[in-house]
């Protein structure tokens, strides 16, 4: 079973910024906190990851609270483009199967 | 670069018959997974390769279904005797052999049972 838990959908304003929250309450020390989205008849597409310290790369960034017991990740310009649902996934490091939640359908209307 | 190519698309079988799916990693990456996505849900684990052997087959539903990698880089799913209830997307993903190495998925092969 996955071990976060995300809002079932959201939307957002294009141009704005995208907040997408997820709570991760049992993770353990050695797990990192990723983030992958899947566009619509697509597979899956990773965007960012992170242990304890904020990380921030093209895509998007990704806050992760001081006790890591939840995490947000923030699209700063949405863009109709955007739209796709978001996957909060905690892993420990290595080559480790990603375990899937049902994730955020986030919509970015016009 | 390539990315990870699946073929075919779709398929389209009828129930008892045996299917076979391939997935093409990006050159070079040692792990490969195969996922299982039904409709509304989030992809599902079936197997794990790390090079040419199954790291972790804990995912594989029944024995109907077997994958391999003999070579350690194409890697076929195969499922035998098809049931109504595998119709769904196969979806494979490739990763480099690094300790935080992202995977990079397929664009899935889409398999209806009728």
């Known amino acids: 079973d996955a071990k976060t838990t995300q809002p079932t959908s959201m939307d957002c304003a294009e141009g704005r910024a995208a907040n997408l929250p997820c709570n991760h309450s049992t993770i353990s020390g050695n797990e990192y906190v990723y983030w992958y989205r899947q566009i619509h008849s697509q597979g899956p597409q990773y965007i960012i990851h992170?242990?304890?310290n904020n990380e921030t790369n093209e895509m998007a960034s990704l806050i992760i609270t001081e006790d890591r017991k939840s995490s947000t990740l923030i699209l700063p310009h949405a863009t109709l483009r955007d739209t796709a649902v978001y996957y909060c996934?905690?892993?420990?490091?290595?080559?480790?199967?990603?375990?899937f939640g049902k994730g955020t359908r986030l919509s970015v209307i016009a | 670069g390539a990315g990870v190519s699946q073929t075919p698309s779709n398929k389209v079988t009828e129930k008892g018959k045996y299917v076979e799916l391939r997935c093409d990693p990006i050159?070079?990456?040692?792990?490969l997974y195969w996922y299982r996505q039904s409709l509304g849900q989030g992809p599902e684990f079936l197997i794990y390769?790390?090079?040419?052997?199954?790291?972790?087959d804990s995912g594989l539903p029944n024995d109907r279904f077997f994958a391999v990698r003999p070579e350690g880089s194409v890697s076929t799913l195969k499922i035998q005797r098809t049931e109504r209830g595998d119709s769904a997307v196969y979806l494979c993903?490739?990763?480099?052999?690094?300790?935080?190495?992202?995977?990079?998925f397929g664009p899935g092969t889409r398999l209806t049972v009728l």
């Open positions: 993903a490739s990763s480099a052999d690094t300790s935080e190495a992202e995977q990079f």
């Open positions: 390769f790390q090079g040419t052997g199954a790291a972790d």
């Open positions: 992170g242990l304890k």
């Open positions: 996934i905690v892993r420990v490091s290595g080559n480790t199967p990603l375990v």
């Open positions: 050159s070079g990456h040692t792990a």
